[in-house]
């Protein structure tokens, strides 16, 4: 336990943890039970192209969810690019730019202009009314995206899809298991788009899904993924290669599960954190609505410099030299990074949110793979910097603070 100031990293005193903690350690389902569907794998002699377990997760995925289709897919970056030729979108469409870059890249990689748009300061989601303000002639759609599981302002997003006669499509990547108003994140919008990368709740390794109750829809984007074959030597549409091969669907399938475990333990950390940083100062953890399910996947708090005494990055600093390698996701937003910010280098006037935002967030590690005892350590950690800001602040300066990874 660090209870003095001198024993922190920074300060001379030796880390807390002996190995890295990391945010995004994978969570492990049964090894057992996934050694067992990957044996089964190498007997069928049948490893990718739309498979026995690639069916079944996919079976499961929609019933879960209460959605007519889920098409499983390489990556989630992959299903959103899919998604986004399959929807038609063209021209310009808006997102937030407080998203992780794939949302943004999707578009661009398809010559499609990402219009980035401001947030709420609350949940992080993007503004709707902000939504508005920035549509144009060219815009075709709108991606909300789901952050750190909370939902966007779906009925809001809907309304102005509609009235816009605009394609509205969500980026779920973190939401996993989430619902809104009692009904499960997946089938709001045109389509929705999962990840599965190993740092999510669920994983496959590398997999995503887009799952949706448009049947016409689901056919195209199963045509798109598969190269646009249907049937042997038959090809009828443009596609690429977006399928998920057997050995992620096996862990998938396994991930699903444990899938209560994990969230179980993502929450009892949320808790642990929740208990021992509620009081402290510039500290502030989002609200989670606790009538909805949340899998606490992210463990995001947000530094108020003025309030806490040191900034997000000082306090990074501390922590990554405690071993503890929190992350600043999603800093510095998508408009701040290439190709974006050299197309649009005055984006960030029209995203004060975003801005404040982004020097604000820290995600903590969490998941399985992290105890309540180290979230008390890390919390720790945490009081004591911030209640000995001054002397750390002058610490950290005299050392010139780097605040990249360690
Ligand atoms: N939209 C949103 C909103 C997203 O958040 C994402 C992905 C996507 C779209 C695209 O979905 P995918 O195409 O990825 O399916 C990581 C993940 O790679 C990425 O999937 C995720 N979002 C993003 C938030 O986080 P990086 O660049 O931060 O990854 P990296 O390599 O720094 O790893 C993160 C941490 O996890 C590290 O501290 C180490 C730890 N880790 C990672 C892996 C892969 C492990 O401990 N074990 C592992 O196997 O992007």
Known sequence: MKRRVHDLAVMGGAPAFD??????????GDRSRFLERMNNILDRRWLTNQGVYV???ENRVAEFLGVRHCIAMCNGTVGLEIAIRALGLTGEVILPSFTFVATAHALQWQEITPVFCDIEPDGHCIDPLRVEEMITPRTSGIIGVHLWGAPCRIEELSEIARRRNLKLLFDASHAFGCSHLGKMIGSFGDC??????ATKCVNTFEGGAVVTDDDGLAAKIRLMKNFGFQGYDNVIYIGTNGKMD?????????????????IAANKRNFEEYERELAKTPGVRLLPYDRDESRNFQYMVVEIDEERAGLNRDELLFVLHAERVLARRYFYPGCHRMEPYRSYFPHAGLLLPITEKVCRRVLSLPTGQAVGT????????IIRVALSHAAEVRSRLSANTCHTEKV
């Open 19 to 28: 190995e890295h903690l990391h945010v995004g350690r994978p969570n492990i």
């Open 55 to 57: 069916n079944e997760f």
């Open 192 to 197: 929705e788009v999962f990840s599965f990368h």
């Open 246 to 262: 057997e050995a992620s669907a096996a862990m998938g399938l396994t991930s699903l599960e444990s899938m209560g475990d994990f």
């Open 373 to 380: 005892e180290q979230v008390v350590i890390i919390a720790d």
